[in-house]
């Protein structure tokens, strides 16, 4: 409804996070998005966890204790949680203990007191949706900014936060002894469909030089749910043709690296934050498999102006088990 959007336009609001960074919200068609000031120099360096809310268990801790050792050498800017943050039901309202006991009393490193910025994951759903989307968290713990669908503007990248639970047909068709939340998604299909609009327009309309999508779900896994097929038809044409350089998620509890066979993206999952699924694999798929780790860990991802990427990837032990790099070419002006 054309009124409903002047109306939140007008309403742009100005959050300042903690003191440490300001995170400014305004809205980019009707995706939220929200601009991360970063220290200059040009680069921009960040943690991506994800599948980790247990209380500390299945390594939880131990993955947290790493991930504040390296985001401290590398001092980062942020973190980004892939979703499934609390599990195994999300959270049952904005006063679930489960927040302080997995995310605040967790993550206590001195180098993770920045924004975080998380999507929702399956697990998420299974809870009540509105309070991980709460701004009474934020008052709880200011690093926590969870939107469904979201973008952040962090100058020389743009992320582009995108909501996959409710383009996945099982859980509607078949949801077995879960129950989800789906208020606020309903119709289903109008609700995946402007999305993506949303985000085409998001993808076509931003000039950064590194554009990264982060979902839950895979569109391209070797592990046990594979390649998610309803992102492979419907999202993926769309990334392909706006330049995206990385799609980051979680979903598989593992750590893996798949470069796409026609463009240069490349499918970054980072799902290894507590439990894990040893031996799971499944074998079959379309990309490059470039690296695979079906234990517990972590991501770092550094980027520059000057074009240079690297991503790393960790274990429980903060041991670094796969490092790549890119550089590319900058886009030459019209003549
Ligand atoms: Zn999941």
Not at 179 to 206: F, H, N
Not at 268 to 289: C, E, F, I, P, Q
């Amino acid at each position: 409804m054309p009124g409903i959007k002047v109306m939140v336009m007008w309403n742009a609001v100005v959050l300042v996070v903690g003191g440490l960074l300001d995170v400014v919200c305004l809205v980019s068609g009707e995706l939220q998005r929200f601009e991360h000031a970063t220290r200059g120099g040009g680069a921009l360096k960040f943690l991506v966890v994800g599948d980790w809310g247990r209380k500390g268990d299945y390594n939880q801790s131990h993955v947290a204790f790493q991930m504040g050792r390296i985001g401290g050498e590398l001092d980062i800017d942020l973190v980004i949680s892939t979703g499934d943050n609390f599990y195994d039901n999300g959270l049952k309202d904005e006063n679930d203990p489960k927040f302080l006991d997995s995310f605040t009393n967790i993550y206590t490193a001195k180098s993770l007191q920045k924004q975080w910025f998380s999507v929702l994951g399956n697990h998420d759903y299974r809870g009540d949706v509105a309070a991980q989307l709460s701004p009474l968290l934020r008052k709880i713990d200011t690093r926590w900014l969870c939107r469904r669908s979201f973008l952040v503007d962090a100058e020389i990248a743009e992320f582009f936060f995108v909501d996959t639970t409710p383009f996945v047909k099982g859980y509607f068709e078949d949801p077995g002894e879960h129950k989800y939340d789906w208020r606020g998604v309903s119709p289903v299909k109008s609700y995946t469909a402007g999305l993506l609009k949303d985000l085409e327009s998001a993808l076509k309309e931003s000039s950064a030089t590194w554009k990264i999508v982060v979902g839950h779900h895979a569109i391209r896994s070797v592990s046990h749910h594979g390649d998610t097929q309803e992102l492979v038809h419907q999202l993926l044409p769309i990334l392909r043709a706006n330049k995206v350089d990385l799609y980051m998620n979680g979903h598989d509890h593992c750590l893996q690296q798949i470069s796409d066979n026609i463009s240069p993206i490349q499918f970054l999952t980072s799902g290894a934050g507590s439990k894990a699924w040893r031996g799971d694999v499944n074998t079959t798929n379309d990309g490059k498999l470039r690296f695979f780790y079906d234990g517990q860990g972590f991501m770092s991802v550094q980027l520059t102006q000057t074009h240079d990427l690297e991503i790393v990837f960790y274990d429980v032990a903060g041991s670094v088990l796969h490092r790549w790099t890119m550089s590319k070419q900058p886009l030459q002006s019209a003549m």
